[in-house]
């Protein structure tokens, strides 16, 4: 069992930027990878980025690139997601979760731990 705590969400003015961290514990592997979705409302989940622990490389989603980073901390066993450039459409509930493999995919349903979520609201 994984077990992921997501935190750092908030409310940020259009243009701003705000840190997400996901702490992982339990049963977590070198061979997973770590993937940030996020959910509006009335919106299925949604792919925003991806890296895993052992494998260099971060996947972002189209609407995100150029404005989010996601990074590790393999000794702190956390994730991150740095966003910049904030706009009132990244309203969401942002997920961190968990998948026990090396490949990165960015359907939710390929994913198997979640964390509770974090709300991001970005006023206009």
């Known amino acids: 069992q994984v077990t992921l705590v997501e935190s750092g969400g908030g409310v940020v003015q259009a243009g701003g930027s705000q840190r997400l961290s996901c702490a992982a514990s339990g049963r977590t592997s070198n061979r997973y990878t770590m993937g940030w979705f996020r959910q509006a409302p009335g919106k299925e989940r949604e792919f925003v980025a991806a890296i895993r622990w052992s494998i260099a490389g971060t996947y972002y989603a189209d609407s995100v690139k150029g404005r989010f980073t996601i990074s590790r901390d393999n000794a702190k066993s956390t994730v991150y997601l740095q966003m910049n450039s904030l706009k009132p459409e990244d309203t969401a509930v942002y997920y961190c979760?968990?998948?026990?493999?090396?490949?990165?995919?960015?359907?939710?349903?390929?994913?198997?731990?979640w964390g509770q979520g974090t709300q991001v609201t970005v006023s206009s």
């Open positions: 979760a968990a998948r026990p493999s090396v490949v990165v995919e960015t359907t939710p349903s390929e994913y198997d731990y």
